[in-house]
């Protein structure tokens, strides 16, 4: 991005129209993402709920173990594609934040009190130190995400499904089933967690190399 010393008052309005209007884009990119991580979020969980529901409906049946079976397995597929989109809108919001922060760093070169209106410490990620890893730390920055929380949801209804389907055709006892259903979500979401955290860190590399991660890890 250019200095704007080095560039003309004409190319100089140029630029700054063309960045504000980046600017606005980029927010409005963020705006869609919070939108649609809320929407995709919300979808899963009422699937979830009316699954339960129908479930519950169907106990007395002779046909339950069957029909609670393709529930949990058909809601369980869902939840991991809605975990993989939450994880790929995630990025989008925050490559639209590393777009931002450059344009802020071209901010920032303007002069008179720029600096100080754009300064580093009061930006959101990559720039401040604001966001929920810099003050509860990355671990349980992670874990609080939409993708994290789904998942872990997602975690619990395929470890029942486990559960339920090595008590009924294992002939395995109740605390063995649960053991196994146990680990299952906890296998779960830590692949969520790492599948996510490798994501993140390819975008966090990306803005070191473009300069806009500066003294970071």
């Not at 049946?61 to 369980?76: E, K, P, Q, R």
């Not at 860190?201 to 070191?208: D, S």
Request: charged residues 15%; proline residues 2%.
């Amino acid at each position: 991005m250019p200095d704007s010393a080095h560039v003309s008052d004409s190319n100089r309005e140029a630029i700054l129209t063309a960045l504000t209007t980046e600017h606005s884009v980029m927010q409005g990119v963020i705006n869609a993402s919070v939108n649609e991580q809320q929407a995709r979020a919300s979808m899963f969980l009422l699937s979830a709920s009316g699954a339960l529901v129908a479930i519950g409906l169907m106990a007395q049946s002779a046909n339950f173990l069957l029909f609670t079976g393709v529930v949990i397995a058909a809601v369980y597929a869902t939840g991991l594609l809605t975990t993989f989109r939450l994880v790929d809108v995630a990025m989008e919001s925050m490559q639209s934040e590393v777009t931002i922060a450059k344009i802020r760093h071209y901010y920032r070169t303007l002069g008179g009190p720029a600096e100080q209106l754009f300064e580093e410490p009061l930006g959101r990620w990559p720039e401040g130190k604001l966001d929920s890893a810099h003050i509860t730390g990355e671990l349980l920055g992670l874990l609080t995400t939409a993708a994290s929380m789904i998942a872990c949801v997602n975690g619990f209804i395929g470890g029942t499904g486990l559960a339920l389907l090595v008590y009924h055709l294992a002939s395995t006892n109740v605390a063995v089933a649960v053991l196994a259903g146990a680990i299952f979500a906890v296998a779960q979401v830590a692949i969520a967690f790492a599948y996510q955290t490798r994501r993140i860190n390819l975008l966090v590399r990306l803005a070191k190399d473009r300069s806009i991660l500066r003294g970071e890890g």
